[in-house]
C-alpha cells in the first residue's frame, strides 16, 4: 500500500518562502514521477509541478521561477522548495505519486 505523507505547510507573509516535503512508502519511488498539485478554495486542484525518474521537471506558468520540486531517491522522498509566495499561493498542497497515490495534504496560507 502507497503512503504519501507531506509536511512543511504553514502560514507565511508575501514574498517569504516555505519548503514542503513528502516521505512515500510502499511505493516503487525511484521508477516513478512524482508531483506537487494544490486546490484552492472554490477551486479545481491543479498540477504545479512534476518531477521525473531522471530529475526532469516541469512547472505551472504561475510558479515559474519561484518553485522548484527536488527528489532524493535514497530516502523516498519529494520537495517543494517555494519561494517569493504571494497570496494567490494559498492553497492545500497534495504529493503525488504517478505511479498510483496522493497524499493528505497540508495547507500552505500566504498572507498580504
Known amino acids: 500500500q502507497v503512503q504519501l505523507v507531506e509536511s512543511g505547510g504553514g502560514l507565511v507573509q508575501a514574498g517569504g518562502s516555505l519548503r514542503l516535503s513528502c516521505v512515500v512508502s510502499?511505493?516503487?519511488?525511484?521508477?516513478?514521477?512524482m508531483g506537487w498539485d494544490r486546490q484552492a478554495p472554490g477551486k479545481q486542484r491543479e498540477l504545479v509541478a512534476i518531477?521525473?525518474?531522471?530529475?526532469?521537471?516541469n512547472y505551472a506558468d504561475s510558479v515559474k521561477g519561484r518553485f522548484t520540486i527536488s527528489r532524493n531517491n535514497a530516502n523516498n522522498t519529494v520537495y517543494l522548495q517555494m519561494n517569493s509566495l504571494k497570496p494567490e499561493d494559498t492553497a492545500v498542497y497534495y504529493c503525488?505519486?504517478?505511479?498510483?497515490?496522493w497524499g493528505q495534504g497540508t495547507q500552505v496560507t500566504v498572507s498580504s
Open positions: 518531477i521525473g525518474s531522471r530529475g526532469n521537471t
Open positions: 510502499g511505493s516503487t519511488f525511484t521508477i516513478n514521477a
Open positions: 503525488r505519486d504517478y505511479g498510483g497515490g
